[in-house]
């Protein structure tokens, strides 16, 4: 009997969604499966907003950031009631498998939704990197990529004023973009949850490399360190840096610029070869997974053994960081 599999992008956007959904479509379509293309996650799956898909409906969209389904956050769902509802939508259309491209809170959805007997394979699409199981995520790669271009800017205007420039980052409970970005672009200092940090070590490490002849200086934050135990925005952390070392600050939130933009090459075939792996599940009737990257590899996961492991960051690098800007 035919298949018929569902997908939907949920959660914040993410540059490679689309490559993303382009291989679940052809890859389904190619196995002589019928593919609906549910829009605005959750949402549009409750309000039955979905399409049937073709093989031209995903053309000309590998190399576009955004989603061509649309993308939400659906309060509903978190809600037994809508998960149920959620349910019964997916049992009148006759879809037998659905693939949610998301982060960590679109995969509880997804987790609700198999528990109800709907078998779903998640994909990582958040430009976080914040799912446990998976070494990358979908869009991760374009984010940091695009830091790095808005803070090479940024360096070239603070060189210029011998300045100190406090840059705001995304990532609520992830410090990654951070991390990396602060890596690719030589930041003086790097702040994320994961690691405790005071702004008197930072202090300290400006006057000494000041004492060096070093002029200007970067620092990357993770949004999720601002406003949170009495760190106060970028400005005031700019405010007291200037106040404390002498040097010039100013500070620059980089907001949504860091969801948009072409997915890089590593994106598209990451998206690519994930999109294949989740439809060859279910073609084998396996649902309940999550697709993941392990050292180089695309694997997969129980969905809920995929919940509850713990990321883990990445404390070297962290390190690594910290010893050569000095
Ligand atoms: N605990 C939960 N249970 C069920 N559904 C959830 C849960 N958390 C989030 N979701 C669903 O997934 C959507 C996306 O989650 P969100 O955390 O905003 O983004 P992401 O998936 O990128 O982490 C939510 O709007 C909601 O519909
Ligand atoms: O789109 P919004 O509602 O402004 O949300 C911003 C948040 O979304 C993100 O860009 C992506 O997070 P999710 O993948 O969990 O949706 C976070 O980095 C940021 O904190
Ligand atoms: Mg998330």
Redesign the pocket.
């Given at each position: 009997m035919q298949k018929t599999i569902g997908i939907l992008t949920s959660?914040?956007d993410?540059p490679g969604m689309n490559a993303a959904v382009r291989s679940v479509v052809r890859t389904a379509l190619y196995k002589g499966m019928r593919v609906i293309g549910i829009r605005r996650g959750y949402s549009g799956l409750l309000a039955r907003d979905m399409v049937e898909m073709n093989l031209r409906s995903v053309c000309d969209t590998l190399h576009r950031g955004g989603t061509v389904l649309y993308s939400a956050r659906c309060p509903e769902f978190r809600d037994d009631a809508g998960v149920e509802r959620g349910k019964e939508v997916c049992v009148e259309i006759g879809i037998d498998g659905l693939v949610v491209i998301g982060?960590?809170?679109s995969f509880r959805g997804a987790r609700d939704l198999s528990i109800k007997g709907i078998p779903c394979i998640g994909i990582p699409g958040?430009?976080?990197n914040d799912i446990a199981c998976s070494d990358y995520t979908i869009g991760f790669d374009t984010a940091v990529n695009t830091v790095m271009d808005m803070v090479d800017k940024l360096r070239d205007t603070s060189q210029s004023h011998d300045r100190c420039t406090i840059v705001e980052v995304?990532?609520?409970r992830c410090g990654d973009i951070a991390l990396h970005s602060g890596i690719a672009c030589g930041a003086v200092a790097i702040l994320v949850p994961e690691v405790p940090f005071s702004i008197d070590a930072i202090v300290e490490k400006m006057q000494r490399t000041l004492s060096t002849g070093k002029k200007h200086f970067i620092i990357i934050v993770a949004?999720g360190v601002v406003n949170v135990n009495g760190i106060g925005s970028v400005q005031d952390i700019a405010n007291e840096i200037q106040a404390r070392t002498g040097v010039e600050a100013r500070s620059t939130i980089l907001g949504?610029v860091q969801?948009g933009g072409a997915p890089t090459a590593r994106e598209r075939v990451l998206a690519s070869e994930m999109g294949h792996y989740a439809v060859e599940l279910l073609e084998q009737g396996i649902g309940n997974r999550v697709i993941a990257s392990k050292d180089n590899k695309i694997v997969d996961y129980d969905i809920l053994e995929a919940l509850n492991m713990k990321r883990e960051f990445n404390k070297r690098l962290y390190q690594i960081a910290d010893e050569i800007s000095i």
């Amino acid at each position: 009997m035919q298949k018929t599999i569902g997908i939907l992008t949920s959660g914040g956007d993410a540059p490679g969604m689309n490559a993303a959904v382009r291989s679940v479509v052809r890859t389904a379509l190619y196995k002589g499966m019928r593919v609906i293309g549910i829009r605005r996650g959750y949402s549009g799956l409750l309000a039955r907003d979905m399409v049937e898909m073709n093989l031209r409906s995903v053309c000309d969209t590998l190399h576009r950031g955004g989603t061509v389904l649309y993308s939400a956050r659906c309060p509903e769902f978190r809600d037994d009631a809508g998960v149920e509802r959620g349910k019964e939508v997916c049992v009148e259309i006759g879809i037998d498998g659905l693939v949610v491209i998301g982060g960590d809170g679109s995969f509880r959805g997804a987790r609700d939704l198999s528990i109800k007997g709907i078998p779903c394979i998640g994909i990582p699409g958040t430009i976080d990197n914040d799912i446990a199981c998976s070494d990358y995520t979908i869009g991760f790669d374009t984010a940091v990529n695009t830091v790095m271009d808005m803070v090479d800017k940024l360096r070239d205007t603070s060189q210029s004023h011998d300045r100190c420039t406090i840059v705001e980052v995304m990532g609520r409970r992830c410090g990654d973009i951070a991390l990396h970005s602060g890596i690719a672009c030589g930041a003086v200092a790097i702040l994320v949850p994961e690691v405790p940090f005071s702004i008197d070590a930072i202090v300290e490490k400006m006057q000494r490399t000041l004492s060096t002849g070093k002029k200007h200086f970067i620092i990357i934050v993770a949004e999720g360190v601002v406003n949170v135990n009495g760190i106060g925005s970028v400005q005031d952390i700019a405010n007291e840096i200037q106040a404390r070392t002498g040097v010039e600050a100013r500070s620059t939130i980089l907001g949504h610029v860091q969801r948009g933009g072409a997915p890089t090459a590593r994106e598209r075939v990451l998206a690519s070869e994930m999109g294949h792996y989740a439809v060859e599940l279910l073609e084998q009737g396996i649902g309940n997974r999550v697709i993941a990257s392990k050292d180089n590899k695309i694997v997969d996961y129980d969905i809920l053994e995929a919940l509850n492991m713990k990321r883990e960051f990445n404390k070297r690098l962290y390190q690594i960081a910290d010893e050569i800007s000095i």
